[in-house]
T-cell receptor, first 110, second 113 residues
Framework: SQQGEEDPQALSIQEGENATMNCSYK?????LQWYRQNSGRGLVHLIL?????REKHSGRLRVTLDTSKKSSSLLITASRAADTASYFC??????????FGEGTQLTVNP | DAGVIQSPRHEVTEMGQEVTLRCKPI?????LFWYRQTMMRGLELLIY????????DSGMPEDRFSAKMPNASFSTLKIQPSEPRDSAVYFC???????????FGQGTRLTVV
């Protein structure tokens, strides 16, 4: 399968804790992206990391990419209840094809 | 820009009827994607277009599904005839070029009874 696969499928943490989600894939990529989806809404882009990059930061988000292991991780630091959502990784492959994994459901308890 | 606009937001139809979902991408974007989301199968890429040309429709489930992009500002996804297993949320997304983020519409929730 070309699409990314996230783990864990579900993650429940307390407010203030860090949340780490992982994504693995099987093909060569142009870039890897992370998206967030609140229940019943469309997906919202969080961060994009290119295949020649190893780490990227955006606010409380930190993304790493290891192309040799074909894996990526998303770290959300100092989580808040408002971070509760589903998080998806997406890989862009040749021809701008963008496919998504099955997502991680994150619950941050106040 | 108002973002990616999908219509209708909700559609309930009877089995066997034709369903047409519509999408207006963000102006200036040249890639458009159609996805289907279900609990069982997650977010599936159905088809995508670059510069109004279908590039990969391998995700289209069967011949009952068809998609068109007659111009840069409009795309349709048609299901004919519809079946209960087509019930899902259908998303349209657009991006400016490869290597950039995709912007999603709010989706169309389709229920086929």
């Amino acid at each position: 399968s070309q699409q990314g696969e996230e783990d864990p499928q579900a993650l429940s943490i307390q407010e203030g804790e860090n949340a780490t989600m992982n994504c693995s894939y099987k093909t060569s990529i142009n870039n890897l992206q992370w998206y967030r989806q609140n229940s019943g809404r469309g997906l919202v882009h969080l961060i994009l990391i290119r295949s020649n990059e190893r780490e990227k930061h955006s606010g409380r988000l930190r993304v790493t990419l290891d192309t040799s292991k074909k894996s990526s991780s998303l770290l959300i630091t100092a989580s808040r209840a408002a971070d509760t959502a589903s998080y998806f990784c997406a890989i862009e492959t040749s021809g701008s094809r963008l496919t998504f994994g099955e997502g991680t459901q994150l619950t941050v308890n106040p | 820009d108002a973002g990616v606009i999908q219509s209708p937001r909700h559609e309930v139809t009877e089995m066997g009827q034709e369903v047409t979902l519509r999408c207006k991408p963000i102006s200036g974007h040249n890639s458009l994607f159609w996805y289907r989301q279900t609990m069982m199968r997650g977010l599936e890429l159905l088809i995508y277009f670059n510069n109004n040309v279908p590039i990969d429709d391998s995700g289209m489930p069967e011949d009952r599904f068809s998609a068109k992009m007659p111009n840069a500002s409009f795309s349709t996804l048609k299901i004919q005839p519809s079946e209960p297993r087509d019930s899902a949320v259908y998303f349209c997304a657009s991006s400016s070029t490869g290597g950039t983020e995709a912007f999603f519409g709010q989706g169309t929730r389709l229920t086929v009874v």
